[in-house]
């Protein structure tokens, strides 16, 4: 059984940073790709980077990219976000998720993951 647990969300100014871990036990799935997703309040769940378990490849949204890292610790089974200077418009909840291996597809495709966290949230003050 896969269970993914997010942390290290919180409060900061913009221009600030945060890292968010993402604990992974039970989780495999050789091939498989590992993302952050975020959710702000009345909008859509939506993706902010993915990394591929087996090479490292990594992908951004546009708005993250230059300012957000996504990575892998394999020894730890543990996923990271280093957020730098953050804005407002980064203020949601972010969610780890993960798929198992056998999805074709866009990442940024909620339905792509079969895994999810529980979700820390990130609010950034102007």
């Known amino acids: 059984q896969v269970h993914l647990v997010e942390s290290g969300g919180g409060s900061v100014q913009a221009g600030g940073s945060l890292r968010l871990s993402c604990a992974a036990s039970?989780?495999?799935?050789?091939?498989?790709?590992m993302a952050w997703f975020r959710q702000a309040p009345g909008k859509e769940r939506e993706a902010v980077a993915t990394?591929?378990?087996?090479?490292?490849?990594?992908y951004y949204a546009p708005s993250v990219q230059g300012r957000f890292t996504i990575s892998l610790d394999s020894t730890k089974n543990t996923l990271y976000l280093q957020m730098n200077s953050l804005k407002p418009e980064d203020t949601a909840m972010y969610y780890c998720?993960?798929?198992?291996?056998?999805?074709?597809?866009?990442?940024?495709?909620?339905?792509?993951?079969?895994?999810w966290g529980q979700g820390t949230q990130v609010t950034v003050s102007s």
């Open positions: 039970g989780y495999t799935y050789s091939n498989g790709w």
């Open positions: 998720a993960a798929d198992n291996g056998r999805v074709s597809g866009s990442w940024r495709r909620v339905d792509r993951y079969q895994f």
């Open positions: 990394i591929f378990t087996t090479r490292g490849t990594t």
